[in-house]
C-alpha cells in the first residue's frame, strides 16, 4: 500500500541493511524531506547521496516504477526536479519530461509495521488501537492531546472566520452567531445561526433596554410569531402583543423573519424548544452578557460562567408554547449547558480572537479554559477511558472528538501518533 510507504519512508522505517538504486551505485538517506500534501512530488527537499554523490531535490514514491508513466509524470515540469524515485518494486526504467533519468531504489515495509497496520484496519472495537494505549508513555499522550485540542481550535477558528466574512468584518455579530448556533445545542444549531446572522445587531441594540421588545424582536425574526406558526386556538394575548410588536419593528428596520418550518421540535425535550432559547438569549442580551468585548473581558472562568447564567423570561417560566401552561419553572440554563457554552463558544471565540490580534496571551487564556472545565461525557470519552486513557477536562474531551472525527472515523492512523506507537510496536499486547 502506497500510504503504509510514505509513512516508512518519512519516519525512515525502511530496512537497516545498504540501499542501493537500479543504477547498482549505493544510496544514503541524510534526510527524506517534508512531506508534501499538495500536488506535486510527494516530499520537497530531500538529501540523498547516491553514488557518492549529494543530491537535494524532492522525492516520489509509488508502489511500481510504471506508476510514474500512469501517473503521466513523464509529461509534468513539476517533477523535473525529482533526485530519487522510491517505489516497493522496479519494473521500469523512468525519465522526465526533459528526458532525464530518475534514480530508483527499492524499500520494502518491513513485515512487523505491514502486520500491525492490517490489524488496525480490520479491527472493529474502538478505538482501534486500544491494545497499546497502556503502553504509551504519559508525555507522549499528553503532547498528542495537546496538539489535537488545538486543532479543534483552529477548525472552530475557520468557522469564526467564515461567519466573520459573512457579517461584514463585524466581531460582535459574528460572536452574537457564534453563541446562538450553541444555542441550538445540535438539532437548531444551523437554525439559530441563520436567525443570528439574520438579526442585525445595530437594531437589536436601539432596544436593548426593553425586554419585551427584545423578545418580539428575537422570536418574531425567528419567525416563531407568523400566523402559520401557532394555530387560531393557541394564539393568546401574549402572543398577539408580541406578533403587532415585531410588525412595528420588522416594518422599522427592514427585516425579513425565517420561515417558521426552519425550526425542529420532533423527539425534543420542551426545555430545549426554540422558544425557551430564545427567551434565555433575551435575557442575556438584555443584560449586556451577548458581546465580545464581555468574554473577553472576564476575570477568570468564574467569571464566564456567571456572564452566561440565564433564565427563561416571565412568560416563558410557564409555558413552552404559546397558548399552553405548564408548571411553572425558572428554566435557568443548567450548568451542563454553561459548560458547553464555555466548550464551543468562549474558547474558540477567545482563540479565533486571539489569532486575529496576533495575540498569544488570549489563545493561552482559550486553552486554559478548556483545561479548567469538565470533560464532556459520551461514547467516546467512555471509549478511550475504557481503552486506559485518562479524561480529565474539556480540553481533552474537545481532543478525542477531534482525534475521532478526522482520523479514527477515516482510519487514518499513519498520521495519528498513537497509531504510530501501535505500528513501532513489536511486543505482543494482550486484548483489555
Known amino acids: 500500500m502506497e500510504k503504509l510507504l510514505h ?19 549505493a544510496v ?16 520537497f527537499n530531500a538529501k540523498v547521496r547516491i553514488g557518492g554523490v549529494l543530491w537535494v531535490g524532492n522525492v516520489e ?8 508513466f500512469r501517473h503521466r509524470h513523464h509529461e ?17 526504467r523512468i525519465s522526465t519530461s526533459a528526458g532525464r533519468e530518475v534514480p530508483q531504489v527499492e524499500i520494502a515495509v518491513p513485515d512487523h509495521i505491514h502486520n500491525s497496520y492490517a490489524e488496525l484496519l480490520a479491527e472493529e472495537a474502538y478505538p482501534p488501537c486500544y491494545r497499546v494505549i497502556p503502553h504509551i508513555a ?18 472552530k477558528t475557520c468557522r469564526i472566520e467564515t461567519l466573520l466574512r459573512q457579517a461584514g468584518g463585524d466581531w460582535e455579530q459574528a460572536a452574537f452567531a457564534t453563541l446562538a448556533r450553541n444555542f441550538g445545542f445540535g438539532v437548531n444549531s444551523e437554525t439559530f445561526e441563520r436567525w443570528a446572522l439574520s438579526l442585525p445587531l445595530s437594531a437589536a441594540g436601539k432596544h436593548r433596554d426593553n425586554e419585551f421588545q427584545l423578545e418580539a424582536l428575537f422570536l418574531g425574526q425567528a419567525g416563531l410569531l407568523a400566523d402559520e406558526a401557532v394555530s387560531p386556538e393557541r394564539r393568546d394575548d401574549y402572543f398577539r402583543r408580541l406578533q403587532s410588536e415585531y410588525s412595528f419593528l420588522a416594518h422599522k428596520f427592514g427585516l425579513t423573519p425565517l420561515p417558521a418550518k426552519s425550526w425542529r421540535f420532533l423527539r425534543m425535550r420542551p426545555q430545549n424548544f426554540p422558544h425557551v432559547r430564545l427567551s434565555q438569549l433575551v435575557r442575556l442580551y438584555h443584560r449586556g452578557a451577548v458581546n465580545l468585548s464581555a ?7 468564574a467569571a464566564l460562567r456567571a456572564l452566561l447564567t440565564t433564565e427563561a423570561t416571565d412568560y416563558w417560566q410557564s409555558h413552552y408554547c404559546f397558548g399552553e401552561e405548564s408548571t411553572h419553572s425558572r428554566k435557568v440554563l443548567q450548568a451542563s449547558s454553561i459548560d458547553l457554552l464555555l466548550i464551543n463558544t468562549v474558547a474558540p471565540l477567545v482563540f479565533a480572537y486571539g489569532r486575529n490580534r496576533y495575540d498569544d496571551s488570549l489563545c493561552e487564556r ?3 479554559l478548556l483545561e479548567e472545565t469538565k470533560a464532556e461525557r459520551n461514547y467516546i470519552t467512555r471509549s478511550w477511558e475504557k481503552a486506559g486513557l485518562q479524561v480529565q477536562s474539556a480540553a481533552d474531551s474537545q481532543a478525542l472528538i477531534q482525534l475521532r ?21 513489536r511486543r505482543t499486547i494482550s486484548p483489555l
Not at 544514503?28 to 516530499?43: C, K, Q, R, T, V
Not at 526536479?81 to 519494473?91: A, E, P, Q, T
Request: proline fraction near 5%; include cysteine; hydrophobic fraction near 40%.
Open 61 to 68: 514514491l509509488h508502489r511500481h516504477s510504471s506508476d510514474w
Open 295 to 301: 468574554i473577553i473581558g472576564a476575570a477568570d472562568t
Open 76 to 92: 509534468d515540469e513539476a517533477y523535473d526536479n525529482v533526485v530519487l524515485h522510491v517505489v516497493s518494486h522496479i519494473d521500469k
Open 138 to 155: 504519559p508525555p507522549a499522550v499528553r503532547g498528542w492531546m495537546g496538539a489535537l485540542t488545538v486543532e479543534r481550535l483552529e477548525e
Open 405 to 425: 472525527k478526522h482520523y479514527c472515523d477515516r482510519r487514518d492512523c499513519l498520521r495519528c501518533r498513537f497509531g504510530a506507537e501501535y505500528l513501532r510496536s
Open 7 to 25: 509513512y516508512v519512508w518519512q519516519h525512515k522505517l525502511y530496512a537497516a541493511t545498504p540501499l542501493v538504486a537500479d543504477s547498482g551505485e
Open 28 to 43: 544514503e538517506i541524510l534526510d527524506p524531506g517534508l512531506h508534501n500534501h499538495d500536488a506535486g512530488p510527494d516530499f
Open 366 to 368: 482559550a486553552f486554559a
